[in-house]
């Protein structure tokens, strides 16, 4: 439920909560969702009925954990992370109650030493969360929102709105043009294509267009990678280097 973790952007993996849904495009192939199925096969308690067999591929079923038992975890680490909030759900989802969001935060809070990172498909229901229940922002916790394509921008500004140490956007996978979007309030974004079985491809033109959008609103440029089926063939070079920008950890 946490660990050291290879995704390029953090350091670590806390997961407080097992099992998702699918609500738009973006989350057809998620690697999560796949992941999820070994562990079930595997008898984990914490993924058992989160997936279910669909044609030639396992989905999510909706069903959602809540790990208690890993609440902990955060405060056995001596040594400062950057921590991805969740890499196998997602923290807002509907079926996540705010009464157990607020034990997340508690240990964010009592945890300083850390930087965490939320990334969200439901920002409307952090802001919710933050304004409306009075929860002051964190300056060890970053949130953020996925953005596939154009059809999902309209998350954008529902990030905008939250109040945040650093706001950042993954747009990964990225699967379609997100046109012009107002980048003057988002920090960081993550560009990424989709990898692994029956990956979409991701057109050079999405990417340079959200680069060049980064580079005249001040968003910092992360480069994740081409994706595919096989991903460490086709990198994370784009325009002939590596983009690792990003905001500052925060340090206590």
């Given at each position: 439920?946490?660990?050291?973790?290879?995704?390029?952007?953090?350091?670590?993996?806390?997961?407080?909560?097992?099992g998702c849904r699918i609500i738009t495009a973006g989350c057809s192939n998620c690697y999560a969702m796949r992941m999820a199925a070994r562990l079930q096969a595997?008898?984990?308690e914490s993924y058992r009925d989160t997936t279910r067999k669909s044609g030639n591929r396992y989905v999510w079923t909706g069903t959602v954990h809540l790990n208690?038992?890993?609440?902990?975890?955060?405060?056995?680490?001596?040594?400062?992370?950057?921590?991805?909030?969740?890499?196998?759900?997602?923290?807002?989802?509907?079926?996540?109650?705010?009464?157990?969001?607020?034990?997340?935060?508690?240990?964010?809070?009592?945890?300083?030493?850390?930087?965490?990172?939320?990334?969200?498909?439901?920002?409307?229901?952090?802001?919710?969360?933050?304004?409306?229940?009075?929860?002051?922002?964190?300056?060890?916790?970053?949130?953020?929102?996925?953005?596939?394509?154009?059809?999902?921008?309209?998350?954008?500004?529902?990030?905008?709105?939250?109040?945040?140490?650093?706001?950042?956007?993954?747009?990964?996978?990225?699967?379609?043009?997100?046109?012009?979007?107002?980048?003057?309030?988002?920090?960081?974004?993550?560009?990424?294509?989709?990898?692994?079985?029956?990956?979409?491809?991701?057109?050079?033109?999405?990417?340079?267009?959200?680069?060049?959008?980064?580079?005249?609103?001040?968003?910092?440029?992360?480069?994740?990678?081409?994706?595919?089926?096989?991903?460490?063939?086709?990198?994370?070079?784009?325009?002939?280097?590596?983009?690792?920008?990003?905001?500052?950890?925060?340090?206590?």
């Amino acid at each position: 439920m946490a660990g050291y973790s290879d995704i390029e952007w953090t350091d670590a993996t806390w997961n407080p909560v097992s099992g998702c849904r699918i609500i738009t495009a973006g989350c057809s192939n998620c690697y999560a969702m796949r992941m999820a199925a070994r562990l079930q096969a595997m008898r984990h308690e914490s993924y058992r009925d989160t997936t279910r067999k669909s044609g030639n591929r396992y989905v999510w079923t909706g069903t959602v954990h809540l790990n208690e038992q890993a609440l902990g975890i955060p405060d056995t680490w001596r040594k400062p992370r950057l921590v991805f909030v969740n890499s196998m759900s997602d923290l807002f989802q509907d079926a996540v109650p705010f009464d157990f969001v607020d034990k997340v935060w508690a240990v964010m809070k009592r945890n300083p030493i850390h930087t965490f990172q939320i990334l969200t498909k439901q920002p409307e229901r952090m802001k919710d969360y933050l304004i409306c229940g009075g929860q002051p922002p964190l300056p060890n916790v970053w949130i953020g929102t996925s953005v596939e394509d154009s059809r999902v921008t309209f998350r954008i500004q529902e990030l905008s709105e939250c109040p945040a140490t650093v706001r950042f956007i993954s747009f990964e996978p990225l699967i379609g043009s997100v046109g012009r979007v107002d980048l003057s309030n988002i920090h960081w974004s993550i560009v990424g294509g989709e990898s692994g079985p029956g990956a979409r491809p991701m057109d050079e033109a999405w990417v340079r267009e959200i680069f060049r959008q980064c580079e005249t609103q001040g968003s910092k440029f992360f480069f994740k990678q081409w994706g595919g089926v096989n991903k460490k063939r086709t990198g994370r070079e784009f325009d002939g280097q590596t983009w690792d920008e990003m905001p500052a950890p925060n340090i206590a």
